[in-house]
């Protein structure tokens, strides 16, 4: 297995530096290293609408991505050939100690009856103190003009826009890719994580199976293309799409994002990915199950979040957390989470997460934080324990 350029990660959950050659020894001994678990602090958010992507401000604000719930509008054909009618139910709410705002209303949405797994705003990014949106479209991009002729708003499906002062006004228009002619063998274009990067926004199209950068005058490249993949299950396509979802920059500069894969969804084929400078793509760990979103903690920890941990054609609708280390392996974090969408990680080291992702009406964002319970130590480890803080005792006694 490929392993990204993560420099600058954290490897494990141990911070010290003598903690390198303990980490390997308290492995041998207790069967595998982990990392630590965590703990459901209560909701933070609830009675959203779709609710997708968060982000966190310099003000310790957090704001989620809501992607309504469709209306009764003029209607498009979805990439899977459901009817899909527009309303303007998007928002953007923003939480802090407990107060709550809506930030922006009456954005542009997609959904079929009842609302649910709506397509609308997907995520949020912020850069050089701006906030950035992403909307999806998840259909032929040739489809918006009609939606467009109907209500104006609607050019922002499909586009990276910019949050000012309740409005959020168009910035680059990822759909007109795949509506042109784009790199993908089809015309889709659904926009759904977008990441402030070393050189400005970074977006994973979902429908075009690409990762594409955008300039500071709003034009629109192609960083990378994921191909298709044999399809492993005895039925379904030959082969299954990639589908880039969540996408997320660590502090180093290392953009990493994942992927759901798409039908059959096969169960352990998705995996995280880095974005090498060159354009390239390295695998960074696999054996996931239908990857919704990645987020950095402040010290370089990648995390990966699962939307349906049995994939999304078996009776399960719940997803779990890992912790990605720099080796490709993984740790499970938290699992149970109904339909999680959305995943941020704050600079106290609690876990938001999107919940009930798919309601028009019952989303939800969670707080997760560090289980910090005394871990019992395997039988013969204090022993250990003593021999290595001797080693630690005499190297300083040497210097």
Sequence with gaps: MQTGRMCGWRIGSLRHPAFGLMTTLLAGAAGGASAATLSLEGTVLEGLANPRGLALDAEGWLYVAEAGSGGTGAQITGGDGAILSYGTTGAITRVRDGVRETVAAGLPSLAGDGGFGATGIHDLAILDGGIYTVQGFGGDPNQRDGLVAADPGAILLGQVGRLEGGTVT?????????????????????????????????????????????????????????????????????????????????????????????????????????????????????????????????????????????????????????????????????DGLESPTGLAVGPDGVFYVSTNGLSPSDGRVVALAPDLAPVPLPAGLPLLAAALAGLGVAARRRR
Aim: glycine share 16%; net charge negative.
């Design 170 to 334: 168009p910035v680059a228009d990822i759909a007109a890719l795949e509506r042109d002619g784009g790199p993908d063998d089809e015309a889709n274009s659904n926009p759904f994580g977008l990441t402030a990067g070393p050189g400005g926004l970074v977006v994973a199209d979902a429908g075009g199976n690409d990762i594409l950068t955008v300039g500071p005058d709003g034009g629109v490249a192609v960083a990378a293309v994921l191909p298709p993949a044999p399809n492993p299950l005895p039925f379904g396509p030959p082969v299954y799409q990639a589908v880039p979802t969540g996408i997320a920059t660590a502090p180093d500069g290392t953009i990493a994002f994942g992927q759901l894969t798409g039908f059959p969804f096969p169960p352990g084929a998705a995996n995280v990915f880095s974005l090498g400078v060159d354009g390239g793509v390295d695998t960074v760990a696999g054996g996931f199950t239908n990857l919704i979103d990645v987020a950095f903690g402040g010290d370089g920890s990648l995390y990966a979040l699962e939307a349906d941990s049995d994939s999304l054609l078996n009776p399960g609708t719940t997803g779990a957390l890992f912790e990605v280390f720099a080796d490709g392996t993984r740790a499970l974090l938290f």
